[in-house]
């Protein structure tokens, strides 16, 4: 330990003068930042600032935050180390007393470098709150821009105004499609050069055949594997619908990527036809994504595999759907592309987001009048719920409104309009893909149904079905915020930005010098489960494989499994403080803070849980004795954390404290081994022969075979008065729990045998009868 320490504090010093070298780079960092942050505020403060500038400084900012969280991450444990190399030397003697040179200058050193760590540290949480502030900033410009494009008016497509702009730039836009048309076709004459002909020819084979031959081969591979390897149910529906999705988009995608890059491999592309052809491969990614979603809904060839709740004749009515809204969007983002690449007029540029708004709206009114026919020859059998009606009636309003805003003259609107249903519709379908998929894969792995997870994870079948319920509503909230994001993207809010935002929500909140944040509660919940799962089948293993194998009593074998359990869900539960933050210390707060709640409301639950573990360590009672409590009297058959179960002679169940059986009187029948005892006493008249009554007895008592020979039983003469003879006749039996019905056994053959023999009882006589536990009398017959 000695030699450990030195070589530990000689590494932090390297480290920490490592990262004090670095000082001048830090300040340069700050100064560069600040500049850089004062820059973008000027400029926003001039305004006219295009959304393609306002990204980029939300970019930088962003940059900014990040490198300034980075470096306070990386400053601080070498600042807390630093203090306690300081706590360690302790505070500076006092003016007059001596002290050694190279500790005095330790201490300096370390002074220095504490100063400085802990002003970098400050500097750099001023310069993220500054990028904080300063995204901000540049969010509510990007709103403003974003609401002036909409509230901006522009000609009427019905006035002549609007042609005569789109025709005053015609010759200006039809120059630069011109250069990129002749940039691609010599870029293609020279992929077709005799020297790279079979390369070009060799790619765009590859693709064809693997766009539309290869996912056709998929298509059926994956439909026989659905088929024969996953079980029937819902899992084999979704899991074969969103292999259809993948397929159609990997497969066309990728099919368009592999004969684009047999064109140019030998670089004929470059400059905007390269940035084209990269537009175009993100285009037919896109579009094959939206047609492989419609026909993993729509399903029009195998409706027995649908998993929405759409009609036979509503899907045969759309069996075009998948190919026109596929097609369409691939091609808008071509032409939005081609626009942004060659710097295409305004004027073009409206037109092109005008013929993209009224396309949008005429593919859902299309939509929308096959559903109406359907809907209006099915709504007699069977009527359709409530919010399929709204969501129809919405769906027509908003086409109304794209269309009214297109031919009015505000374009961006109608523009936003049209595709914010398209992108609605695709991220609602792929949330219900998923959504689908989760839920009938943990259906088929954590349910009661399933007899492999019970016997792996040793779970309750509800259990598994609560855990089931839980997962896939953790899961749904999930895919719902995730939607938020996405749906918000048109509006200027990319999911890098809500991941921005949700990750300075992971510092948490501040309770005192606690924090709590959702990062630690997510880990203590998970760390809480796994270690549950863990100790509950280590707690089986102990059980049912290792105890059996040792010399145990079962008894014992099951208060060391319940104690093991014990001792592991509370070694579970502090592992879980520990990673919610929560030190030993803290623990020990919370606790003394909680004696005070423990003192007054739950004195009775502590004191049992005490006497439960006081139970299964001394075992003055285990599972299987049987045990006699006041009136309470039985088999011994569970001891809870709480209360131990007590179950009655006649299959009833009593629950009792442990309390009780700690501090009262119990009596333990079983604890030795002992026997169980049958005693009666029997009353015959004054005349009859002793000896005879006696050998009666015990012939009868010999004869039971649940009567032991060791200890003997005995038939004793106890008294004489009364005109009667008191016999009291003692047995022996192997079970206690059998006394009554022995007892009752022996009365009913003596009784015969004594009658046989003429020896006769005093009438009316009663009989006393004792037992290990009641005393009935049953009278002379």
């Not at 491999?265 to 052809?277: E, H, M, N, P, T």
């Not at 297109?406 to 519709?425: N, R």
Request: proline residues 4%.
């Amino acid at each position: 330990m000695t030699i450990a320490r030195p070589s530990f504090l000689l590494f932090l010093l390297l480290a920490v003068s490592s990262a004090l070298a670095q000082s001048p780079d830090s300040a340069k960092f700050f100064d560069d930042a600040r500049a850089q942050i004062a820059d973008m505020r000027k400029q926003l403060g001039n305004g006219d600032i295009d959304d393609g500038k306002l990204s980029q400084f939300r970019d930088a900012a962003a940059t900014l935050s990040s490198q300034a969280d980075a470096m306070v991450a990386e400053r601080t444990p070498a600042l807390a180390a630093i203090d306690a190399r300081l706590a360690e030397l302790g505070p500076a003697p006092e003016k007059g007393s001596s002290e050694a040179a190279d500790i005095a200058a330790q201490r300096a050193d370390l002074g220095r470098q504490s100063t400085a760590l802990d002003a970098e540290i400050k500097r750099a949480k001023l310069l993220g709150i500054d990028s904080q502030q300063l995204s901000g900033e540049i969010a509510e410009a990007r709103r403003t821009n974003f609401l002036d494009r909409l509230s901006q008016r522009t000609a009427s497509p019905w006035t002549p105004t609007f042609w005569a702009d789109l025709a005053a730039n015609a010759s200006r836009d039809a120059t630069r499609l011109t250069s990129l048309r002749n940039s691609v076709r010599n870029a293609l004459a020279d992929s077709f050069a005799p020297d790279n002909r079979l390369t070009s020819i060799a790619g765009i084979a590859c693709g064809l055949l693997l766009a539309l031959f290869g996912r056709r081969l998929a298509e059926r591979v994956l439909q026989r594997l659905s088929a024969h390897r996953l079980v029937s149910g819902r899992l084999r529906r979704s899991a074969h619908a969103v292999a259809l999705v993948a397929v159609a988009t990997l497969f066309t995608g990728g099919g368009a990527q592999l004969a684009i890059a047999g064109l140019d491999a030998s670089g004929s592309f470059s400059g905007v036809g390269k940035a084209w052809l990269a537009a175009l491969i993100s285009a037919i990614y896109i579009g094959s994504f939206v047609a492989g979603l419609c026909r993993a809904l729509l399903s029009v060839s195998r409706p027995s595999w649908r998993l929405a709740p759409i009609p036979d004749a509503l899907a045969q009515r759309l069996h075009h759907a998948p190919l026109l809204f596929g097609g369409f969007s691939a091609l808008t983002i071509a032409l939005v592309a081609t626009n942004r690449l060659l710097g295409i007029s305004l004027p073009a540029t409206i037109a092109t987001s005008c013929c993209i708004a009224l396309g949008y709206g005429a593919l859902i009114v299309w939509v929308l009048t096959r559903v109406r026919v359907v809907s209006t020859a099915e709504s007699q059998a069977q009527p359709h719920p409530a919010w399929i009606g709204f969501t129809i009636a919405a769906l027509w309003l908003s086409v109304i409104a794209s269309f009214v805003a297109a031919l009015s003259g505000y374009i961006a609107v109608a523009y936003l309009i049209a595709g914010q249903l398209v992108w609605l519709g695709i991220i609602v379908a792929s949330c219900y893909l998923l959504v689908c998929l989760v839920e009938d894969l943990v259906g088929g792995v954590l349910s009661s149904r399933t007899n492999w997870a019970q016997r792996t994870l040793g779970l309750a079948p509800h259990t598994l079905d609560q855990s089931a319920v839980l997962f896939i509503g953790a899961f749904r909230v999930l895919i719902f915020v995730l939607a938020m994001a996405a749906a918000l993207v048109p509006f200027g809010t990319r999911p890098a930005d809500l991941l921005a935002r949700t990750s300075k929500l992971g510092s948490g909140l501040s309770i005192g010098e606690f924090q709590l944040a959702p990062s630690a509660v997510f880990g203590a919940i998970l760390v809480f489960a796994l270690g549950s799962i863990v100790v509950r089948a280590a707690q089986r293993w102990f059980a049912e494989r290792f105890l059996p194998t040792t010399r145990l009593e079962p008894a014992m074998r099951t208060s060391v499994s319940t104690i093991l359990g014990y001792v592991g869900l509370i070694l579970v539960v502090a592992l879980a403080l520990s990673e919610l933050g929560l030190s030993l210390e803290r623990i020990a707060w919370v606790a003394s803070a909680l004696s005070v709640g423990i003192g007054f409301g739950l004195q009775a639950v502590v004191q049992n849980f005490v006497s439960g573990l006081i139970l299964l360590a001394e075992r003055p009672v285990k599972v299987g004795d049987w045990v006699a409590l006041g009136e309470t009297e039985g088999d011994i058959r569970r001891i809870h954390v709480r209360a131990t179960e007590i179950r009655m002679a006649d299959h009833s169940t009593v629950i009792v404290p442990n309390s009780e059986l700690i501090t009262k009187s119990v009596r333990n029948v079983t604890r030795a081994g002992a026997e169980g005892r049958v005693r009666f006493t029997l009353p015959v008249a004054l005349d009859s022969d002793p000896g005879r009554v006696r050998e009666i007895a015990l012939a009868v008592l010999a004869g039971h075979p649940a009567v032991l020979a060791q200890p003997a039983p005995a038939v004793l003469l106890d008294g004489i008065g009364d005109n009667r003879l008191v016999f009291v006749i003692a047995a022996f039996i192997a079970n206690p729990r059998d006394t009554g019905s022995v007892r009752s056994d022996l009365l009913l053959e003596l009784l015969a045998q004594l009658r046989t023999q003429g020896i006769s009882l005093r009438t009316p006589m009663p009989v006393t009868l004792e037992g290990a536990t009641t005393n009935p009398q049953v009278e002379n017959p």
